[in-house]
């Protein structure tokens, strides 16, 4: 049986209330207000966000790729069983993983000496105990839903069949480099997030591979 896990982000539930952002920041002691939670661009202090589009919602946040094409030379990310890619530690700050992330979803931080990257864990000290991560359990609307990545693929695609006007015929994350450990939902299309379409994320990731 697979031990892999999975976020489920369905915007249509999604309210902007930015309790996410808020558990990513308690979660990891990042310092995070009202002035923080107004911005609307990611950085090293905001590596998961709500974005708004024409009155939409959607998460920003590394995916966690099954293929993921910034794993570290030096062996400073793993991608774990259950699902997230981490940091193990053997950074020599090379900005590598940030230049090769197909998601653009990996941040320099300048204010630490030398500079290190940032981007979403996943909280894997509790996805690899089976526990939701701190922004699923956060969330009032369930828009954000942790579990089983098989079983939530399957739900998302209930989803999509019983609604079909109420989403984008895709799951973003299901086949997208390699399949994701964060899969996405939405009732406009996914490239008006930044999100690279299919054709624009293979001819990058054809030319990282190069």
């Not at 107004?38 to 920003?60: L, N």
């Not at 993921?68 to 890619?85: D, I, N, R, T, W």
Request: glycine content about 8%; proline content about 5%.
């Amino acid at each position: 049986m697979s031990k892999a896990k999975a976020i489920l982000y369905d915007a249509t539930l999604c309210t902007g209330c930015k309790q996410c952002e808020k558990a990513h920041a308690q979660k990891y002691d990042v310092f995070y207000d009202e002035e923080i939670a107004a911005e609307d661009y990611q950085s090293a202090h905001k590596v998961t966000m709500i974005q708004e589009v024409d009155g939409k919602f959607m998460r920003k946040l590394c995916l966690h790729c099954d293929d993921p094409l910034c794993s570290c030379p030096m062996g400073g990310y793993a991608k774990l069983e259950e699902g997230p890619m981490v940091y193990r530690g053997g950074c020599v700050h090379c900005g590598n993983c940030v230049l090769r992330c197909v998601f653009n979803q990996s941040f320099l931080d300048y204010g630490s000496s030398p500079f290190s990257v940032k981007k979403c864990q996943m909280c894997p000290d509790l996805v690899t105990k089976g526990l939701a991560p701190a922004c699923a359990t956060a969330c009032p609307t369930g828009a954000t839903k942790f579990g089983d990545r098989d079983a939530l693929l399957a739900e998302a695609k209930e989803r999509i069949r019983q609604n079909p006007d109420k989403y984008v015929n895709h799951i973003y994350g299901e086949t997208e480099a390699g399949g994701c450990s964060v899969m996405l939902l939405s009732s406009i299309p996914f490239e008006k997030f930044g999100w690279p379409t299919k054709e624009d994320l293979d001819r990058k990731m054809c030319s990282l591979r190069k």
